[in-house]
């Protein structure tokens, strides 16, 4: 197999060579070049024709957003900012990714070499995955106009506090998710039943990610805190760097949030959440795995399908990386394999199954 070759574009000499002495660590990758500035990047795409790309967002002249946008329709190809997430950046950041970035990694501001290294596992796996990545025809939406217009439920569902027995959603993704998660969620009605979402992301991300969505989606999303309860028409999002699962209390449910060790080296877990929906929720809940590199979420898919549970999963063809569901489809635990286009309207579906049941 063909190593996956990457040029890394970053205005510090520190962090053009930490970079470099990470990635070359593992036999899969191969640095092909640095670049310092925007200009000399286009010219070393066009020379050494590299599969992905690390990018930088503050460089000298041109930054990383605008040469990303001119990258995206000139030689598109998968990108990974590696940026400094506080304040504009973070914006800046989400802006990168509704240009076609796939990745973001945190650029520590102080004891760069120290901090980059003790991320090196973290580095190299979404270089990795996106080296595998598909780039997407078209950019992430990150809507802040009005409640989107979407199907509606056949059935009066239960509004409040979701009681023991009626359904319960759990979606897990991971790289390309941000794009995937707004395909399923914006479509929703209000009266949805409630989601619980892993999607592996930086804890600078997760609270002003879930505030995207909830000005884009007509549930309310929110990042979700210890004891929020568990409620129709309300999308929770795992924080990121926490584990959550659902605990069952009386004739409701609450999220519960813990620093547990990671599970498949990442920390929050989809494999976590979604075992803690076979052993509390059982055969009402509903299993969402879509885009990501790896198998977090095929062993806690199999798990709630073994406890009764419906699942799903986004295609090879509609995904950026088809690593979390073709595991998860391995394994045993899919029912349906579906383009994410068609998610929301099966998910609706199996809503009205389960309260005719």
Request: proline share 5%; with cysteine.
């Amino acid at each position: 197999m063909s190593k996956i070759k990457v040029l890394i574009v970053d205005d510090s000499a520190l962090v053009r060579k930490v970079l470099k002495d990470i990635l070359s660590t593992d036999e899969t990758l191969e640095v092909v070049g640095t670049a310092s500035d925007a200009w000399t990047a286009m010219q070393k795409v066009k020379e050494l024709k590299p599969d992905v790309l690390t990018l930088d967002i503050v460089m000298p002249g041109m930054d990383g957003l605008d040469f990303l946008e001119r990258l995206m329709k000139s030689s598109p190809m998968p990108v990974v900012m590696v940026s400094t997430l506080t304040g504009q950046d973070t914006e800046q950041t989400f802006r990168a990714l509704a240009l076609g970035a796939v990745d973001v990694i945190a650029k520590p501001s102080l004891d760069v070499r120290e901090k980059l290294d003790e991320m090196a596992e973290q580095i190299i796996d979404r270089v990795k995955a996106a080296g595998h990545a598909r780039i997407r025809s078209h950019p992430a939406r990150f809507l802040d106009g009005p409640k989107a217009a979407g199907p509606v439920l056949s059935r009066r569902v239960t509004t409040g506090d979701r009681m023991v027995g009626d359904p319960i959603i759990a979606i897990g993704a991971s790289t390309g998710g941000t794009d995937a998660l707004q395909e399923v969620l914006v479509p929703l009605p209000e009266n949805t039943p409630a989601i619980l979402v892993v999607q592996h992301m930086l804890a600078q991300f997760t609270a002003p990610f879930a505030q995207r969505l909830d000005r884009a989606c007509r549930m309310r999303v929110k990042e979700a805190e210890a004891g929020d309860r568990v409620q129709s028409g309300t999308v929770l999002v795992a924080p990121g760097g926490r584990h959550m699962v659902i605990v069952r209390e009386g004739d409701h449910y609450v999220v519960q949030l813990h620093d547990g060790p990671m599970v498949q080296r990442v920390r929050p877990s989809v494999d976590v959440l979604f075992h803690s929906m076979a052993t509390q929720v059982g055969r009402q809940g509903i299993g969402i795995i879509l885009t990501g590199m790896g198998a977090d979420g095929a062993e806690g898919m199999l798990a709630m399908k073994r406890e009764g549970a419906r699942t799903l999963a986004q295609d090879e063809a509609s995904c950026v990386v088809f690593g979390m569901p073709k595991m998860a489809i391995k394994a045993g635990g899919v029912d349906q394999v579906l383009p994410v286009t068609a998610i929301p309207g099966r998910l609706l579906a199996l809503v009205d199954e389960g309260s005719a049941a």
